[in-house]
């Protein structure tokens, strides 16, 4: 169905020069550096999900009005074990390999021992992220690789493990205005007592010293202990307010001892995620001046959540913003055997895909131990959320629905941890495949969208503009490909107001469908 997303990318190691129709604002500088899946078949081996395929990078560089576009693959050691045999050897998310039938059976006994514990790839596909004044691709494991923005030429590979007792960490970290990074982790084996972890990056971290590594400066902010150590709850992002850390721990979870044997097994680490429809949802408020949780316990009912809007405090209310599933097929949608059915099995196979919904939920930070049982905490108007104290003194939280079938959301980011009107992503209505783009207005709860025949878009990022006055003020970056090989690929420039084309950048180069990315303005790059 969408060969478009399982085709092999390749290289443009140089600056090409994209062919503009219509006008670049003339404020628009700086470089969107985006990462995704891009060689998904190795001489004569596949991977079998999306999430699988090999790091490619890919940027457009915004100059003067005019857009460059430049790509490379990440030079993960995961990409040079790979190539360097001509054949997949490193296993992935949805891609388990198996020890070579034609070794030894001490050799392959080794290898099964080695595996026991994990040491996961560092096929890091999934986001850009900055620690300190530094760049690098991420993805969900104790490695990220430094990366060169400007070439796009990798630096290093990076082990969070030498310098923070962690297994896993997010690739969806959050910023404060003073350029600190937060992120979150979960320490899971050979760490002590299983527990989520929240640190710190101070913004200075790279320092003076280029050979300084800014985790060097890691700061530990709290950590949760898990409610289960076997089956501890995934995550793929968290919230942040001006004072809190918002953690979902959700009844999407990792099993430990299927994690651990999975190799044994030969089945893959995908399938050691499991959702528990019979759990429930809790949510973890943290300070993060002090370190220490909110003691009330608040739940609601069991979902999926991969991504976060935005959360801000208001009137003593945290509210927080997500994207839930009623369940976990979505990453099954994403293996390589089901994208490449035509497209009416697809729909028909696909019935039970349950579409994102963007909820609000609303936490009271404080409560009083004589309010009766079966009150509403919820006191801010205009919201349907609300958190029910209950007898034992729990508070349960039913959310407000925004918004139905929008993914890969975005805002202003400088409306991050503020209250906020406006979101963006990408539309996926009968599918997770993104051929819309959509604004969403929370206070009128009506939305704009952006779409053309035959093209699918990537995630859309915001770029405030420089004498920005509203929240709106500014434009909105997309990168595009088509099914119809006649149509180029292009960089995709919208008014974020009016969600009305400005411009486009056609590229004479083949690109990728992506994940995540981060816009650099030009002040920080020089």
């Known amino acids: 169905m969408l060969s478009v997303f399982t085709r092999n990318g390749s290289e443009t190691p140089t600056p090409l020069k994209a062919k503009v129709t219509g006008a670049v604002p003339d404020w628009l500088q700086g470089t969107l550096v985006r990462n995704g899946p891009g060689l998904f078949t190795v001489g004569d081996t596949s991977y079998k999900h999306w999430f699988d395929g090999m790091a490619l990078l890919h940027s457009f560089t915004f100059k003067d009005g005019d857009v460059y576009y430049r790509s490379k693959f990440l030079k993960s050691e995961t990409f040079k074990k790979n190539t360097g045999a001509n054949r997949i050897v490193v296993s992935e998310f949805g891609t388990m390999v198996l020890p070579d039938p034609c070794k030894s059976i001490f050799s392959r006994a080794f290898t099964y021992l080695s595996n026991a514990i994990p040491d996961f790839t560092d096929n890091n596909l999934v986001n850009i992220i900055r620690y300190g004044e530094d760049y690098y691709a991420a993805s969900e494991v104790n490695y990220i690789n430094h990366i060169d923005p400007h070439t796009l030429d990798t630096v290093g590979r990076i082990n969070y493990r030498n310098h923070i007792a962690l297994n896993l960490a997010t690739a969806h970290p959050h910023y404060d205005e003073e350029g600190n990074t937060?992120?979150?982790?979960?320490?899971?084996?050979?760490?002590?007592?299983?527990?989520y972890m929240i640190f710190k990056v101070p913004a200075g971290a790279s320092g003076k010293d280029k050979n300084q590594q800014p985790l060097s400066q890691v700061e530990e902010v709290c950590s949760i202990p898990?409610?289960?150590?076997?089956?501890?709850?995934?995550?793929h992002s968290f919230g942040m307010t001006e004072n809190y850390i918002v953690f979902v721990e959700q009844a999407f979870k990792l099993d430990i001892v299927r994690l651990a044997t999975a190799y044994f097994r030969g089945i893959n680490w995908g399938s050691c995620l499991k959702y528990d429809k019979d759990d429930v949802t809790f949510f973890h408020l943290i300070n993060r001046r002090t370190g220490k949780a909110v003691s009330t316990n608040f739940y609601g009912d069991p979902f999926v959540v991969f991504h976060h809007i935005n959360a801000f405090e208001e009137n003593n209310h945290v509210v927080f913003d997500l994207i839930t599933y009623k369940d976990s097929h979505l990453y099954d949608m994403f293996y390589i055997e089901n994208i490449?059915?035509?497209?009416?099995k697809f729909i028909e196979n696909n019935k039970i895909f349950s579409p994102p919904v963007c909820q609000r939920f609303v936490l009271p930070i404080t409560v009083d131990k004589d309010t009766s049982e079966g009150t509403n905490l919820v006191s801010l108007e205009g919201i349907t959320a609300k958190a029910v104290k209950q007898a034992d003194g729990s508070v349960f939280c039913s959310p407000d629905t925004l918004f139905v079938g929008l993914e890969l959301p975005q805002i202003n980011y400088k409306f991050n941890t503020r209250k906020y009107r406006y979101f963006y992503g990408s539309r996926v209505e009968w599918s997770p495949h993104p051929n819309k783009i959509a604004k969403v207005d929370i206070l009128t709860r009506t939305h704009k969208e952006w779409t053309e025949e035959e093209c699918y878009t990537s995630e859309p990022v915001f770029v405030a503009s420089p004498d920005a006055v509203e929240e709106d003020d500014g434009v909105i970056l997309s990168s595009v490909v088509s099914l119809n090989p006649e149509k180029p690929p292009f960089m995709l420039i919208l008014n974020a107001k009016t969600m009305e084309e400005i411009a486009r950048a056609a590229v004479d180069a083949p690109i990728h469908m992506d994940l995540h990315g981060y816009f650099i303005p030009s002040k920080d790059t020089n």
């Open 182 to 195: 937060y992120n979150m982790g979960t320490a899971i084996m050979g760490f002590g007592r299983p527990k």
């Open 226 to 235: 898990f409610r289960s150590s076997l089956y501890p709850s995934y995550f």
């Open 340 to 344: 490449l059915q035509d497209s009416d």
